[in-house]
């Protein structure tokens, strides 16, 4: 097919690339044998190297082993952002496991339905989680419970405070003593071989399984190879050329459970040897920036609402955030002006990118020092197709600046939901995966999200999407955050409303918002109703949850009636 896009493309990228053929973890023992002494993480300011990151790695492999976890056994992670998590992962699949990763937000009934569905027979919990997991392992298959601290990688000093403050945090002093088949984690690796035995793992073998899809319906399970995260990895570090081995620092604000920040903060960083720095709460921006003004990161992916948050934050001018080379915004549009600002602070390149956990996920982004077409998601990675077809039946390709669903292909794309064929028969055709995103492609090859097609909102017979009313709305100098959504109309089915967080110490009233938005928009795209939120809801990365605004509004509307 034609790719218009290659002649957008960096100098140094090149539209195809070679994929080492073999698993992910060896990435790890590949970075530990050239820079075995190289930052691999700092945890609150505490860092271990790379030969000690594989070193425990291997003998967490080794522990699971030893549990009797084999090929191809399920082993759930369920942490924040913390070494245990990359060595949960990396171990789990250096044994020849499959990673199943937990949301930290989730609920009782969430934890158990995605045990039960992958099967997992052994879980890494932290131990605030651990009564989540004790009170549904009898539904599930778990046979073995390996519970870790917050603290253990925590620097001497202050894991001494924290055991003096009592572990006031939830769940950090749990008795685990009567449990069966339930370990805690450091006891585990001490009595553990230093080596695992070998296990053949082949690239196309399941890596991992991202479960997606729970704000629209039952969550399932994308199921990753090793080939699909390992050539997202290197389609990562050749889109940012001038990545340096063993020479970057990533900040690690995205969850790593999350496609995103599995790819492009930790298959990336092992990749390219990189200090992983890891925040555990994407939300606590002051923590996030007092770490960027001592560590000094290079690469911060992240998605709008951080960027946002950045922007805002009280006192930036007394941080040191030049220090910012590259960013990929991802998850959901970002908006020009926060993008500008943005750079405007840092001296930094900040361009938006797109992608999908069945894509493991980067599919698209800006060129990095290129040209960057603002408000589109970019070009396609190398080796990755692209194109837009009609909404219809999604069997017509549609010409440049016609609006379609967008359709990728890609050695990134997973092998399908996980015990779902029915539902793999529909996102997957004939090597094609069907996003659920509509899109357009210019003549440059350069593509733009109109909006999902779930987030639609059609309004007197318009079809009005919600990001070409929300960049509006961020032109507003009051506006810190907003999100629109279409609510039940009894009289256009649909209408615009705005959900908008002012900037501090600003007032505004709706009259005035809605006032700004006429004449920089049609008419029937403009909201009709706005509420002002000290909030909105998030998920853990970030992404604001339309769906559940609109959840409110017709809840409200049954109470009244």
């Known amino acids: 097919m034609e790719k218009p896009w290659l002649k957008n493309y960096e100098p140094q990228v090149p539209p195809t690339l070679k994929y080492p053929e073999r698993p992910l973890p060896d990435n790890l023992a590949e970075s530990a044998r050239k820079y075995p002494e190289a930052t691999a993480t700092i945890f609150m300011d505490a860092k271990l190297t790379y030969a000690q990151l594989n070193t425990l790695v291997d003998r ?248 946002v948050a950045f922007n805002n934050f009280p006192g930036l001018v007394k941080y040191d955030v030049k220090s910012i080379r590259a960013c990929i915004s991802g998850a959901a549009g970002l908006p020009v002006e926060v993008q500008a600002r943005f750079q405007e602070l840092t001296g930094g390149h900040l361009v938006e990118g797109y992608g999908l956990s069945e894509s493991s996920p980067v599919t698209h982004a800006n060129p990095i020092y290129g040209k960057n077409k603002i408000g589109t998601i970019g070009v396609p990675f190398p080796d990755t197709e692209a194109k837009i077809v009609d909404l219809e039946t999604g069997t017509k390709d549609l010409p440049p600046g016609e609006v379609g669903e967008l359709v990728i ?58 990001r070409d009313v929300e960049e509006v709305l961020y032109q507003h100098p009051k506006v810190k955050e907003a999100v629109v959504a279409g609510i039940p109309d009894p009289y256009r089915g649909e209408t615009v409303k705005a959900y908008i967080i002012l900037k501090e110490g600003e007032t505004a009233t709706g009259e005035e918002v809605i006032e700004f938005c006429k004449g920089k928009m049609a008419k029937y795209k403009v909201p009709t109703a706005v509420e002002f939120r000290k909030e909105l809801p998030k998920t853990i990365v970030g992404k604001i949850l339309r769906r559940m605004l609109v959840e409110e509004e017709k809840k409200k509307l049954a109470e009244k009636k």
């Open 60 to 307: 967490f492999a080794a522990a699971l082993q030893q549990l009797g976890v084999k090929k191809g056994d399920r082993v759930a992670v369920y942490s924040g952002n913390c070494p245990q998590f990359i060595i949960g992962y990396y171990g789990a699949l250096r044994a020849g496991a499959i990673v199943v990763s937990f949301n930290p937000l989730y609920a009782a009934r969430e934890v158990e339905h995605q045990l039960k569905d992958s099967g997992a027979e052994t879980m890494l919990v932290m131990s605030r989680f651990y009564p989540i997991v004790k009170q549904v392992r009898a539904h599930t298959a778990l046979k073995n419970v390996i519970v870790t601290n917050i603290k253990e990688y925590f620097p001497p000093v202050l894991k001494l405070l924290f055991t003096l403050a009592k572990e006031k945090h939830e769940g950090d002093r749990q008795d685990i003593s009567g449990d069966p088949n339930t370990y805690w984690f450091q006891e585990l690796l001490s009595k553990a071989p230093a080596k695992p035995r070998p296990v053949e793992v082949k690239p196309d073998d399941t890596a991992v399984l991202l479960y997606t899809g729970g704000t629209t319906g039952v969550p399932k399970g994308a199921e990753l190879s090793h080939a699909n995260i390992m050539a997202n990895a290197v389609m990562c570090r050749h889109w940012v050329p001038d990545i340096r081995e063993a020479k970057e620092v990533i900040l690690t604000a995205l969850p790593l459970y999350h496609s995103f920040g599995m790819t492009t903060c930790m298959n990336l960083g092992v990749y390219a040897a990189a200090a992983m720095l890891l925040i555990p709460n994407p939300r606590d921006i002051p923590t996030l920036m007092k770490n960027i003004n001592k560590h000094h990161p290079t690469f911060f992916p992240g998605v709008p609402t951080m960027y």
């Open 409 to 466: 292909r890609g050695p990134q794309v997973m092998k399908g939901y996980w015990n779902m064929p029915d539902e793999t028969a529909i996102a997957l055709r004939s090597g094609w995966l069907y996003t659920g995103d509509i899109a357009r492609m210019d003549e440059e090859g350069y593509f733009q999200i109109v909006d999902r097609k779930k987030d639609m909102i059609i309004a007197g017979g318009f079809n009005i999407y919600p």
